[in-house]
């Protein structure tokens, strides 16, 4: 990420006046928080900007300064702007019908992903832990913006969601100096912490309950795994929305190395996901099965009952890590 | 916290030879951390350290470099020191028998928690994260000591979890400075975050399902609370540290404001640990049961059966809440 491409976005953004601002579907922390964070600058500008994703938002990101002013996206909407941000998306297509509005309009690609394929008329890119970190380096280059306590919430939230609150690899020095300098704004780090990792419904600790207490093993105590019926989320009164997370569970019992979820997403169909802590590559087993990923996350779907995916994937796991070990 | 203090300290250290380094029971991050950072610094310096803590140590703190040099206390041990460090202790009874060892050595008390009364001959207090805070201040104004790896990651194992990973309120600017700075020696912050908060017992994680299962919520949705027995324990084969941060799912449930843990410690009495999320002041509850705390976070024992005592303690709370709300 060079210094002469944000001087570039810059300068476009003097130049125009109005800005759709777009992101993925599936909307998570960072792009909801780099959404806003953006929005809120360019009106400090002067500027206007309409933020528009195909997908309804999530609940647990309602603390976001101006969240309710995300547009769901409807077939045959109108927009009047100059030109388009899209942030967070690696593939273009992930913004969906939000496609439609864009004709021949110029695109800012702003995004963190190691993989994006540089989709946008410009393109301001770079290997950091989160989107907001981008958007942060972007605003701060730009005098006529104050940092404040809305952009500063909405940046940290980015930065805490998809470093798993400075948890994961991903997280740098870098990373950590944005947040000191976030904080002077008096963001609240420990609401945002309890809204976005600490709060369930009845449902989904019942749910967690249910599934820990079936959780099993292999015999060499390396593979842990749980399963999500369909009974199961109807018995809890669960989505499976609210199974999203439990993969990590088999993963963090001491002396494992890979941890699998299976999920039944309708009758006959499995989603698996795989995770693995330090040396088992768990692309290798989602391939075998169509599916993909990296080497320590990595998923595929399986068309037949629940109990037959998970003698298929537990068995391969089993023989390619006695290749291993 | 002055440079006055702190330079004072310098200049002991540095008249001096031999050091003891103790800290409190029941280890945490925090002062294993705080012991070992210390101690590495000293040795950087040409000095002599010995670190002893009246405790055994808990096995997910075995990354810590040289914390297999802590030595748990013995009677009539015999240490020869010049000085003596006392870290993160509030309370100088918390070293428990290495009192025995101190004599009229003379004591230097460093520590973060608000309620120190300054026990030591010298005192480094300050209201920060962690006391691996106040040793980073410190060694950082010792010319002599070159931050690295292995100090970096003892201060940064403090850091991260005395702050709950950086998702508690006393998180501040500061902290996540020093961590971005101790982030330029490659402390592998995933590793030491997956070993003291993603690495669990095959029993542990029956517990909290057994216990998820379980979960009990009033009419009101505002109260919700868990119970583990002995009977429990043995049934999953887990024990009564294994229920130790069990407290913190009844108070995350969506709409909660105070969580309750009832823990049978053994046949007629009950440890009660309660938390409150947002205006509720459980030390209220907690003295009506002869115990003590904070507003956010306190805790009682009462001497009768499980079932007895949730009834106490839950009636006690509906009441208090209707006269809040």
Chains 1, 2 share one sequence.
């Not at 996206?73 to 509005?101: G, T």
């Not at 994961?168 to 000191?180: F, G, K, L, R």
């Not at 989505?239 to 993969?247: K, N, P, Q, R, W």
């Not at 169909?269 to 590559?281: D, G, H, K, Q």
Request: with cysteine.
């Amino acid at each position: 990420m060079s210094l002469k491409k944000i001087n570039e976005i810059i300068n476009l953004i003097r130049k125009n006046n109005k800005f759709l601002i777009t992101s993925h579907v599936s909307p998570d922390g960072d792009n909801l928080g780099s959404v806003t964070a953006l929005k809120l600058a360019l009106e400090q500008m002067g500027k206007k900007a309409v933020m528009i994703i195909d997908d309804t938002l999530p609940s647990s990101f309602s603390f976001l300064p101006d969240i309710d002013k995300i547009i769901s996206y409807e077939s045959d909407m109108e927009v009047d702007f100059d030109l388009c941000f899209i942030l967070d998306c690696s593939d273009f297509k992930r913004i969906a019908r939000v496609e439609e509005l864009l004709a021949d309009k110029t695109i800012i690609n702003i995004d963190h992903h190691g993989d994006n394929p540089s989709f946008g008329d410009y393109n301001l890119l770079g290997d950091v832990a989160a989107t907001a970190e981008l958007v942060y380096q972007l605003i701060s280059e730009i005098e006529e913006i104050k940092m404040d306590k809305e952009i500063a919430t909405a940046i940290a939230t980015g930065l805490i969601t998809d470093t798993g609150s400075f948890r994961y690899s991903n997280t740098t020095a870098q990373t950590h100096q944005i947040m000191a300098d976030l904080l002077t704004y008096n963001v609240n780090t420990a609401k945002i912490c309890k809204e976005v990792f600490d709060t369930y419904s009845y449902a989904s600790l019942k749910l967690k309950g249910k599934v820990l207490e079936n959780l099993k093993v292999d015999d060499s105590g390396k593979v842990a795994w749980i399963k999500v019926s369909q009974d199961l989320l109807k018995d809890t009164g669960s989505t499976l929305e609210d199974a999203d997370g439990l993969v990590d569970y088999p993963r963090s019992l001491a002396g494992v190395e890979i941890g699998v979820l299976f999920k039944e997403v309708e009758d006959g169909t499995v989603r698996v996901s795989l995770r693995s802590n330090y040396y088992f590559s768990v692309d290798k087993i989602a391939h075998q099965f169509g599916g993909g990923g990296h080497a320590k996350a990595a998923g595929c779907t399986i068309n037949d009952t629940l109990i037959k995916a998970e003698d298929a994937v537990i068995s391969t796991i089993k023989k390619e890590l006695s290749q291993v070990n």
